[in-house]
């Protein structure tokens, strides 16, 4: 399934632009979802989200300029309000009226967490979900990156929640490929996605937490949380041995193949004894390390279960799955045989997967 096949995804909150960067352009172009759109903020208002092209001969907004609480477009020179009604058309004649066809159409904006968030479908809420470290406890927030990587939305997501590639893709930070198996760990469903809790026992996050011995292990709790099918959190927690922090995902698909990948970062610390510095050198790192994989997988994502292999381990991806399935009436039969979908279970006869030779 591709990122575009999935009408549901419309009605999501996608970071679309940052919003913690003085001196960002006043007007943008933004890509959403195979459709583009212009990104534009009048004077010191709140950003607008408006067509992509002008009414009047097609010109890109984009192109044009901000006057004031106006988008002047750069090749007649109409001008449009924050709401999308055109004020100005320079070549009307005197006294007659600004037709009213002469509109823009624009979707709602919110700012929060450092970003501009849009909504190109219908909401079901007033903005993205909340971020429990930044509106609860206080702790500091800060936008670690906005960056395209060539890869679809949902193996971004994907990849955040699953469970058993850091002994691989990790290898170079904290994963170790001779501690491959991944401890039993509750998952369960929450109202709008899905939360787990997978104890971790890792070594080589030392330089994370300005830790010399870079051979210490350390305990953690790793809590896993799907806050819908584009958003993901993930909150480390090591009961005393080292500030806990955490860090979410967001992914904005640009098309199918191709997002805009968010993290943000929630550190429970103060600066002099969790330096951000220090911790975003280390999870950079981690990061790179994903992108590696992430931008060689397949933009048509399996929703149906029985296209691919899974086990125990793959708890949380599998309900990705079955989340994701839940969006689309047509494969609503697969998410149900979910259940019996993991390959590993004891006694059970494996089956090949679809394809395979076996
Ligand atoms: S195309 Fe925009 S004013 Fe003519
Ligand atoms: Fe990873």
Redesign the pocket.
């Known amino acids: 399934m591709r990122v575009t096949e999935i009408e549901a995804l419309r009605d999501l909150w996608y970071a679309v632009a940052r919003a913690d960067q003085p001196g960002a352009a006043a007007v943008q172009s933004v890509r959403l979802l195979g459709e583009d759109y212009t990104l534009w903020r009048p004077g010191a208002g709140r950003p607008v989200l408006a067509d992509a092209y002008?009414p009047?001969?097609?010109?890109s907004l984009a192109a044009g300029t901000v006057d004031g609480d106006r988008l002047v477009?750069c090749?007649?020179?109409?001008e449009f309000d924050g709401s999308g009604r055109c004020v100005t058309i320079p070549q009307l004649d005197q006294g007659r009226p600004v037709p009213p066809r002469a509109c823009i159409r624009t979707w709602p904006v919110v700012e929060r967490y450092g970003l501009i968030w849009t909504c190109v479908g219908s909401p079901s809420t007033d903005g993205p979900p909340a971020f429990a470290e930044a509106d609860e406890h206080r702790w500091r927030v800060r936008v670690d990156f906005f960056e395209q990587w060539d890869a679809s939305a949902l193996r971004i997501i994907d990849n955040n929640i699953d469970q058993s590639h850091p002994a691989f893709v990790h290898r170079g930070t904290f994963g170790d490929p001779s501690r491959p198996r991944v401890p039993p760990y509750e998952l369960e469903r929450s109202a709008t996605g899905l939360r787990a809790r997978v104890p971790q026992d890792v070594e080589g996050v030392g330089p994370q937490m300005g830790d010399a011995d870079e051979g210490r292990r350390y305990e953690r709790m790793q809590e896993v949380e799907l806050l819908d099918v584009m958003h993901s959190r993930i909150r480390l927690s090591y009961a005393g041995q080292a500030p806990d922090y955490a860090f979410y995902g967001s992914a904005t698909p640009i098309d199918d193949s191709s997002s805009i990948y968010v993290r943000v970062s929630a550190l429970s610390g103060e600066e002099d004894v969790q330096p951000y510095a220090m911790f975003w050198a280390y999870s950079r790192r981690v990061t790179l390390e994903d992108k590696i994989v992430l931008e060689g997988t397949n933009p048509d994502f399996p929703v149906e279960v029985t296209r691919e292999v899974h086990l125990r381990c793959d708890k949380t991806t599998l309900e990705y799955r079955r989340l994701l399935a839940r969006l689309l009436p047509g494969v609503a039969r697969a998410a149900a045989d979910a259940a019996e979908a993991m390959d590993d279970l004891p006694g059970r006869q494996v089956r090949p997967a679809a394809g395979s030779a076996a």
């Open positions: 002008c009047h001969r097609g010109a477009c090749y007649h020179g109409w």
